[in-house]
């Protein structure tokens, strides 16, 4: 019953942008934090940007001030916006739902299937 869709990916050239967006179901949506991650090719998974049931946000370096986390509880889906695209964000992106813990955000059981995002240089 729990599902989380992802869509929005695609092929970009750098410096472009994309929004993905991911459609939550199952779950009491606004009990959740939320969280993107993506896997490259040879890259372990790495937690992206994270966003707290109040909308609160947190984002890795490597993407602070060209993605932007959001949600909408009402539609229970969460964003991610990203801007000047650079070949190193090419990977499979994922959405999450999870929780915080000492204020650092963990992954719970809950996965969506990915969406590829590829950037062309």
């Known amino acids: 019953q729990v599902q989380l869709v992802e869509s929005g990916g695609g092929l970009v050239q750098a410096g472009g942008s994309l929004k993905l967006s991911c459609a939550a179901s199952g779950i009491t949506f606004s009990g959740f934090a939320m969280g993107w991650y993506r896997q490259a090719p040879g890259k372990q998974r790495e937690l992206v940007a994270d966003i707290s049931s109040d909308s609160r946000t947190n984002y890795a370096d490597s993407v602070r001030g060209r993605f932007t986390i959001s949600r909408d509880n009402a539609k229970n889906t969460v964003y991610l916006q990203m801007n000047s695209l650079k070949p190193e964000d090419t990977a499979v992106y994922y959405c999450?739902?999870?929780?915080?813990?000492?204020?650092?955000?963990?992954?719970?059981?809950?996965w969506g299937q990915g969406t590829q995002v590829t950037v062309s240089s």
């Open positions: 999450n739902a999870g929780y915080y813990h000492n204020r650092h955000y963990y992954a719970d059981s809950y």
